[in-house]
């Protein structure tokens, strides 16, 4: 597998995102960035981003949360951020991107985590819950799925994933923008471009939309519905925060509090004025979400 990895001086003076970069390897020699604020003695708060964002989407999440108590990881996924890139699309798949994260997560020996997901962090991260239930505490969904390859995909979606394939430029910075409610700086939209010097680094962030399962056939499809087993058993916190106007997830939130127990009496929430990705246009709202639920914990 051919690998790239992004210069470090393309990630210097990015806004608002003074962290210490942490390493990891997995799968084939693969190296994994994350982020790792506040005492590592204290309650984990795991971050998952997804398509085709990287940690720099939770910079503004960050900080409040461990300054409240606790330990914040937030991953770069294999083809993002600063994490290394395979260069070819067919190296990408969902289940290696869960094996890849399972590996990650097994080697810091986690528990009593709280999860936060949105997009792919969702596909990938409640995979992981149901993986290893014991080591999550309580969940926070927020514009995100766990598909098992039934009923049609929005037309929304189905649009991204037509213009994902056949750009010819895959305009990352600019995908932000175009899916949140607030206006990017150019100093914000060129972050979530940092990561991607040329097009070769781009593979995992084309492929990502086409490798949702949605069709029964699709990779994923029988290892979600497993895990789906796990979920509508799941008793312990699980809230949703889906926001008022992303067309690729809405009504997701419903299909959650219908299956999952743990999400009965929960503070559910819409978040008003958000965007596909609500970290960018409420990240005080969602921090004070996660704290607000880690703290009954």
Known sequence: ??????????????????FEPNYATVGDDLRLHYVDEGAKSARPVL???????????????????????FRVI????IGFGKSDKPTE??????????EWMLEWFDSLD?????????????????RLVAARPDRFAAVIAGNTMLPIGEGTPPDAFLAWQQFSQTVPEFPTGMILQGASVRDLTAEEVAGYDAPYPDESFKAGARIFPALVPTAPDHDGVAD?????KVLSAWDKPFVTCFSDQDPVTKGGDKIFQARV?????????????????LQEDQPGELAE?????????
């Open 110 to 126: 986690l528990s009593g985590v709280v999860l936060f997901c949105q997009d792919w962090g969702g596909l990938i991260g409640l």
């Open 261 to 277: 127990p743990g999400t009965k009496g929960q503070p559910h929430r819409t978040i008003k004025d958000g965007g596909h990705f």
């Open 89 to 98: 699309t067919s190296d990408y798949s969902y289940s290696s991107h869960v």
């Open 289 to 297: 979400l996660i704290i607000e639920v880690a703290k009954t914990l």
């Open 1 to 18: 597998m051919e690998k790239l990895r992004t210069p470090d001086e393309r990630f210097n003076g990015l806004p608002d995102y003074p």
């Open 224 to 228: 979600n519905r497993d895990a789906w």
């Open 47 to 69: 971050m998952m981003h997804g398509e085709p964002s990287w940690s720099f989407l939770y910079r503004h999440m960050i900080p409040p949360v461990a300054e409240a108590g």
């Open 74 to 77: 937030a991953p770069d996924l």
